[in-house]
């Protein structure tokens, strides 16, 4: 397609920075709707194409029309569960920002599977697809990966900017991530790394993060987990640093290790500044 989780990295790449110009909600779900079609062809074993009138620029103009008007007369409702996935900063009701977002989403998702599928004719109802180009597909995938790591770096800058509990989880979670991903992607071409620097180190930098969130939870005090953050800060920094100088002599090195690298070390570093300044204003307050 690429397969629809793919789709969520443009969504939020895109979205999230434009979220006060577009109902990011609505341009998330609009770029994966699309695949609604060959969800409902496989599973019902319809005599029906995979790629058929949805992943069309008209079908996908329309179908991102009636998302955006059923997104619209449902913010009431959504809003607060939007807000609270710092989704959106305040309710909107601009019909504008919804049907922008839902025909560019929709749109984006077929463009990006033209290049992949020679079944879709994206510009129906001419019987062709000029954009098909197989050629792109390791390309295509790639930048959804990146598109998804830089999305996730932003979103999550949101979270431990908000709520430092669930930023410290959210950054456990990408470190957990982030080792299956290295293990599963380089494992055997990085045969000079150890096992454990691919995987155990970033499996135990994720539980420390977790282990400080949980900290915050239960002692409701933000002086408990800086110790462990900056701990995790410091390992982070030196795990980061031989695993890239590892790769790099190896030759094995690619532009999606090093955006994975970098934004892991980034949102460490996020996750100190903020604890940090947590810690500062709990002091002036006391």
């Known amino acids: 397609m690429p397969f629809t989780p793919f789709h969520l990295g443009p969504a939020l790449a895109i979205g999230l920075p434009l979220r006060k110009h577009i109902h990011v909600p609505t341009f998330i779900i609009a770029n994966i709707i699309v695949d609604i079609e060959p969800f409902i062809a496989l599973t019902f074993n319809l005599n029906y194409p995979l790629h058929g009138y949805l992943h069309t620029l008209i079908g996908a103009f329309a179908i991102g029309l009636v998302l955006s008007y059923l997104m619209h007369v449902s ?27 839902g025909v560019s989403g929709a749109i984006l998702h ?6 992949l599928y020679s079944d879709i004719k994206p510009l129906y ?14 390309i295509i995938y790639d930048a959804c990966i990146f598109l998804g790591i830089l999305g996730l770096l932003y979103y999550f800058y949101l979270v431990v900017r908000e709520t430092l509990r669930y930023g410290l989880m959210l950054l456990g979670l990408f470190y957990i991530t982030g ?10 071409g990085l045969r000079d790394i150890s096992l454990t620097l691919c995987v155990k ?12 969130s949980i900290l915050i939870f239960i002692k409701k005090n933000i002086k408990v987990s800086f110790p ?4 995790c800060c410091l390992i982070a920094i030196a795990w980061l640093s031989y695993v890239c100088w590892k790769v790099a002599l190896t030759g094995a090195i690619t532009p999606l290790l090093i955006t994975l ?16 300044r ?3 204003k709990a002091r002036n307050v006391v």
Request: net charge negative.
């Open 75 to 101: 913010e009431e409702i959504l809003s607060p569960l939007w807000r609270r996935l710092l989704l959106e900063s305040e309710p909107c009701y601009n019909l504008r920002a919804f049907a922008i977002a």
């Open 110 to 115: 077929v463009l990006m599977d033209s290049p």
């Open 125 to 138: 109802p001419i019987p062709i697809n000029p954009l098909y180009n197989p050629g792109l597909t390791i």
């Open 179 to 188: 080792s299956l991903y290295m293990f599963n992607t380089y494992i055997h």
């Open 201 to 212: 180190a970033p499996m135990i930098l994720g539980l420390m993060n977790l282990t400080a």
């Open 228 to 231: 462990a953050v900056l701990l």
């Open 261 to 276: 690298a970098v934004s892991l070390g980034i949102a460490q570093a996020l996750t100190a500044l903020f604890t940090y």
């Open 278 to 280: 947590r810690g500062c």
